[in-house]
């Protein structure tokens, strides 16, 4: 019987799609909004949609050209069908992440057509990776990209093929999407597997690669000219300055000299064993990936490394660097490994192949058992006492559970369930269980009603749009620095501060929140001096 007659049968919607299902249900109801991030974009729709202006995007009433346009566009156009909510924004991510899967069985389909196993455990393998999962229920940028991507791919394989119509179209929306979601990583993720298409394309294909790169050349341009049109139109309206920080700010200014998360050559080595958790401490995985040198002329392996190795090298040369711009990475070494397991699945894997994850997941539980401990000690956050110690007994029930199984068919399984249990549910719990220090919304709707009462509301130090979306403020929230706090509160004697604190001081005043590591005050004038030595 082949290695992959055991998932060959198998129904793929039944196996990664039902988790996908699973997770999906079980923690988007959870998800609230965890600043800075997720709540400065979710302003920035806010904005978007109280502006009517969906050409420029703005933060707290100024032009905001960190990111581009299509996440926001998606949002809003939740929200015209649904009414304004907060629970939309997560759907977005969430159907990416699906779409991707469905998207990576169809290229491994393609790619293997003899050996449908292959397409059966790809999606398992990229679902289960621990990256994927956390970002499927989290508002980011990465996994449309990633879909844009794997659209981009699959494309390709029509260009060099014989659909070059159906390819150059998918290929222009591929790259103009990838543009509009997340900017130039879309190229970094396409240019080099376009590059080497001589390389990986199949013996005896309908199509010249020098055919096929004319083409590409050619859907590229018009895939550009389509996020070009938005980038004109934004300059039109918001001015040259805001051009220069879309193109160069957040574009080239990454790749050469980043101003944030500058990062040195090797950094993405280490975290990539955070990325592909728990594959990458699987050694029955690392003993198939071993096998894969005799079979590096197939055109689906070629592909994948031609994806894989370029991209993670030119990953490691730009200089601004961050574990989620490796998303792109993973559908390809999802490819690879899957290939490499085929033959394999029926096999029993070694008595100790789980024994790296096993050892991790002991540890968690270990970590999780001290928590409470800690959370007694000084400097501590706030809200870590809220984590009961019986969470230890989850990591502990998946290590075990990945030891006991041992074919490898459903190692592939029990892995991948068990990542998507402990990811999501880690993520769940971190949400629920660290709420008031995380959730702005009670003290969004303070500040709102604050505002809605005619008091002038300001904020001490750096903003980044926490509080618009939550408590639906229409008006921006003016910033003040330490030494101007003085002068504008003799100037608006009702006014109120919103202040972000280490300690609260004593007595505590009425409205006060935890937030994040320490605290946030909602301050008036009298309230003031107490704060400002400790205020940042």
Same mark, same amino acid.
């Given at each position: ?56 995007? =703005? ?27 907060? =629970? ?23 790619? &293997? ?51 070059? =119509? ?119 995985? &690392?003993? +198939? ?14 592909? +994948?490394? +031609? ?24 559908? +390809? ?36 058992? =001290? ?127 919103i202040v972000q604190v280490r300690r609260l001081p004593q007595p505590a005043p009425a409205d006060a929140w ?23």
């Amino acid at each position: 019987m082949p290695g992959g007659a055991a998932f060959a049968g198998a129904d793929w919607p039944r196996v990664a799609l039902l988790l996908w299902v699973v997770f999906a249900v079980a923690v988007l109801p959870w998800r609230t909004l965890t600043p800075i991030d997720e709540t400065r974009y979710a302003t920035v729709a806010w904005e978007m949609w109280l502006r009517r202006d969906f050409v420029v995007l =703005w933060l707290n009433g100024e032009p905001y050209g960190h990111k581009p346009p299509l996440l926001f566009w998606l949002i809003c156009a939740g929200w015209w069908l649904f009414g304004v909510n907060a =629970w939309w924004p997560f759907v977005i991510p969430a159907a990416a992440s699906a779409v991707s899967l469905l998207l990576l069985h169809r290229i491994a389909s393609r790619l &293997w057509p003899e050996r449908p196993a292959v397409a059966q455990v790809a999606p398992l393998l990229l679902f289960g990776a621990a990256q994927w999962i956390v970002f499927s229920a989290a508002l980011y940028f990465d996994l449309l990209l990633v879909t844009f991507v794997l659209l981009g791919v699959h494309a390709l394989l029509d260009l060099a093929g014989d659909r070059p =119509w159906r390819g150059g179209t998918w290929f222009a929306v591929a790259i103009g999407g990838g543009l509009l979601a997340k900017g130039p990583l879309v190229g970094i993720n396409l240019l080099p597997l376009s590059l080497l298409l001589p390389w990986w394309q199949p013996r005896g294909a309908p199509t010249p690669w020098w055919r096929a790169w004319v083409r590409l050349c050619v859907a590229g341009l018009i895939g550009c000219a389509l996020a070009g049109a938005w980038v004109a139109a934004a300059t039109a309206q918001a001015g040259t300055a805001y051009l220069r920080e879309i193109v160069y700010a957040q574009g080239l200014g990454r790749v050469v000299d980043s101003f944030d998360h500058d990062l040195p050559f090797w950094w993405y080595l280490p975290v990539l064993w955070v990325v592909a958790f728990p594959w990458a401490w699987w050694l029955d995985g &690392w003993r +198939a990936l071993a096998g894969l040198r005799r079979h590096l002329d197939e055109p689906g392996v070629r592909l +994948a490394l +031609a994806w894989a190795v370029p991209v993670f090298l030119m990953l490691s040369a730009i200089s601004g660097k961050r574990a989620h711009y490796l998303m792109g990475l993973l559908p +390809a070494l999802a490819l690879l490994g899957a290939r490499a397991l085929e033959p394999r699945l029926a096999d029993a894997g070694g008595r100790f192949g789980t024994a790296p994850a096993v050892a991790l997941m002991a540890a968690a539980a270990a970590g999780l058992a =001290w928590l409470p401990t800690w959370a007694q000690r000084p400097g501590a956050p706030p809200w870590a006492t809220a984590i009961p110690p019986w969470l230890a007994l989850v990591p502990l029930a998946i290590g075990v559970t990945w030891f006991v199984v041992r074919r490898l068919d459903r190692r592939v399984l029990a892995l991948a369930a068990g990542s998507a249990l402990l990811c999501g549910g880690t993520l769940a719990a971190f949400v629920r269980l660290t709420a008031p220090a995380y959730d702005v919304t009670p003290a969004a709707r303070r500040i709102a009603e604050v505002v809605a009462a005619g008091a002038p509301v300001a904020v001490v130090g750096d903003y980044h749009g926490q509080f618009q979306f939550a408590g639906r403020l229409r008006e921006p929230l003016p910033l003040l620095a330490r030494d101007g706090v003085d002068a504008w509160l003799a100037s608006h004697p009702q006014g109120r501060l919103i202040v972000q604190v280490r300690r609260l001081p004593q007595p505590a005043p009425a409205d006060a929140w935890m937030y994040r590591g320490g605290w946030l005050v909602l301050a008036d004038a009298a309230g003031w001096p107490p704060l400002a030595p400790d205020a940042r």
